[in-house]
């Protein structure tokens, strides 16, 4: 296997333009979701349970990660952590042999498919705290959208090709290829 490419988009583009982007995610999913299910749904909000909802809200990033695992569990993953700015936790998932192209892109796909429509399902069946479930599920397609970017690159890389992490990015590896005068 030889390196086609190799990515990483916090040194690229910064980890603060990432975060705005994420944020911008957020805050655009929550308000056509909130309004398109508000002006369907129209209960009262209640804001009693809050502490519900704020423990809720912590624990979508690590059930997030929690999902990431599932098609990679046999490749042994390995989860670590670091804190940006000392106060925002950072997991990172890294598998130790390189997991194919197709697998790679069902890992970072189910998360989305998996929580958001339980969250906004979540909003469908308790009217009265749409709110909070449209603030998670906007929560979590923020988070998602590091994903997505990842997705828009290996999605044009070669077909066949493997995905190597680590801790710095990725690389796309693809197969030596065998010389012509064999």
């Not at 997991?99 to 998360?111: D, G, I, N, Q, W």
């Not at 469908?124 to 929560?139: D, G, N």
Request: aromatic residues 18%; contains cysteine.
């Amino acid at each position: 296997m030889k390196c086609w490419r190799t990515f990483n988009f916090e040194k690229t583009y910064g980890f603060n333009k990432l975060f705005v982007l994420s944020m911008m995610t957020t805050m655009l999913v929550f308000s056509v979701a909130f309004s398109s299910m508000q002006s369907y749904y129209s209960e009262p909000l209640h804001a009693t349970g809050f502490a519900w909802f704020a423990a809720g809200l912590f624990a979508v990033y690590p059930f997030h990660k929690f999902i990431h695992l599932i098609p990679v569990i046999h490749y042994q993953p390995k989860l670590t952590w670091e804190r940006k700015y000392s106060f925002l936790p950072v997991l990172t998932v890294t598998t130790r042999k390189p997991v194919s192209k197709h697998r790679y892109m069902a890992c970072l796909l189910l998360p989305f498919f998996i929580m958001t429509p339980l969250l906004l399902a979540g909003a469908v069946l308790w009217p009265h705290f749409l709110h909070y479930f449209t603030m998670a599920a906007a929560f979590h397609t923020g988070i998602c959208s590091f994903d997505f970017l990842y997705l828009k690159t290996i999605v044009s890389c070669p077909k066949g090709s493997m995905i190597e992490e680590d801790i710095e990015g990725f690389e796309i590896l693809i197969p030596d290829e065998p010389p012509a005068w064999r």
